[in-house]
């Protein structure tokens, strides 16, 4: 900024006196005289003029040289060690590749394959690692690493296979961060600004201080609140304010024995279900109930819930889960009238899907059917990965059948 005056002031300097002695020329040594001199304080001021935007432009002449050279060595040494790095896990990840080739079903190694991929942009080993290692020992948290493959493939957009991911998760887990984050961003992707700040600035809230990834959060709820002509005051206060109230009482519960968290948690789910029995289109709330019956194993109650929330919003996803609920892994579970209604809907919408598929062939083939197992499971072992556990299991129990 200093030099920019003393540029200005040079410049203004050298039209006034040009100005001024330009109109004096004559042949007179007086008059040349002037003018010499109005060249030399002309050279002059160019000159300072110069160097000061030298100085401007490479710095002050005084610093260490040292520490300029260290600095760029620190430089080197960063790149240095990222392609180093690189290397280090394109290493590993044929190693991986050729040890998933020995033991293909191993979840070590397909999950540290998928780590791995991650870090040198092989997405689509990422992808499909995470895929085969859902269909073996599937979770909210496999599913969320694989729906953020998915939109990553997708430079950002949250795509039909993603959605449908998504929405597994947070009914196995509303909490779950990664699927919270993909949601508001769906939200937003198709002009739902509204819904989707009211996800992020959930997500925030109840995320600790340092997790990694809670400055591009802020970031997405700053824009989203731009967009729907919130001011930075009025953000700032939904980040401060609009923490959940069972945040803190959930951090407390962590610090008391087992005995008492267990009678905080009921009381806190016995508010939760008066208050629906009010709010009874409160379609999260009814998921919310469902889980912490699960987990307080009042399994009455969490189907009663379960089945409220279908009645709500009665999606693929939701009666599947109320399926797996009703017949439990066994070889001969209880089927009933509302699991073969269930059975049939969801074949009606999907016709390949694989928890339908597998109770359908299942009841045909503990009632002598054979002919019905082999279709239904036949074309659940066409769509399933080569060699997983539930392929082989099913081929078992079709050899079975031929004897």
Not at 110 to 124: C, F, T
Not at 127 to 144: D, E, F, G, V
Not at 305 to 323: D, F, G, M, N, Y
Not at 364 to 381: C, V
């Amino acid at each position: 900024m200093i030099f920019l005056i003393i540029l200005i002031i040079s410049f203004i300097s050298i039209l006034y006196i040009f100005k001024n002695n330009i109109t004096k020329l004559s042949n007179d040594r007086k008059s040349i005289y002037k003018i010499q001199n109005t060249t030399f304080i002309f050279i002059v001021l160019f000159f300072f003029t110069l160097s000061s935007l030298i100085y401007n432009y490479i710095g002050n002449p005084f610093i260490n040289i040292k520490e300029l050279y260290s600095q760029r060595d620190r430089l080197k040494e960063t790149e240095a060690q990222k392609n180093k790095n690189f290397a280090k896990n394109l290493q590993k990840f044929n190693e991986l590749n050729i040890a998933l080739k020995k033991e293909p079903n191993n979840i070590q190694i397909l999950l540290k394959l998928a780590e791995v991929a991650s870090k040198v942009n092989k997405i689509e080993a990422e992808i499909a690692s995470l895929t085969k290692l859902n269909s073996i020992n599937s979770s909210p948290k496999i599913k969320s690493l694989l729906a953020q493959a998915i939109v990553r493939k997708a430079n950002g957009q949250v795509t039909t296979k993603a959605k449908k991911i998504i929405d597994e998760i947070l009914i196995e887990n509303p909490l779950e961060p990664g699927a919270n984050f993909l949601n508001g961003l769906r939200q937003s992707q198709i002009g739902n600004e509204d819904e989707a700040l009211k996800i992020w600035v959930k997500l925030y809230n109840s995320t600790i201080k340092n997790d990694t990834w809670k400055k591009n959060l802020e970031k997405n709820i700053k824009s989203a609140a731009k967009n729907i002509g919130l001011s930075q005051k009025e953000i700032n206060i939904q980040l401060k304010n609009n923490k959940n109230i069972n945040d803190d009482d959930a951090t407390n519960i962590l610090n008391l024995s087992e005995k008492e968290q267990k009678i905080r948690i009921y009381g806190m789910v016995e508010q939760l279900a008066n208050r629906l029995n009010k709010e009874k289109d409160d379609f999260e709330g009814w998921i919310r109930l469902f889980n912490s019956y699960k987990y307080l194993q009042e399994n009455d109650k969490a189907l009663s819930a379960l089945r409220t929330a279908i009645e709500i919003k009665p999606s693929i996803i939701l009666k599947q889960t109320l399926l797996k609920e009703l017949l439990p892994a066994q070889d001969k579970p209880k089927f009933t009238l509302e699991t073969d209604k269930l059975i049939d809907d969801i074949l009606i919408k999907e016709p390949n899907n694989v928890d339908a598929l597998f109770f359908k062939g299942l009841k045909a083939f503990n009632n002598g059917e054979n002919n019905t197992a082999k279709l239904y499971w036949n074309k659940l072992i066409a769509t399933l990965p080569p060699n997983s556990k539930i392929s082989l299991e099913l081929i078992n129990k079709l050899k079975t059948l031929e004897k």
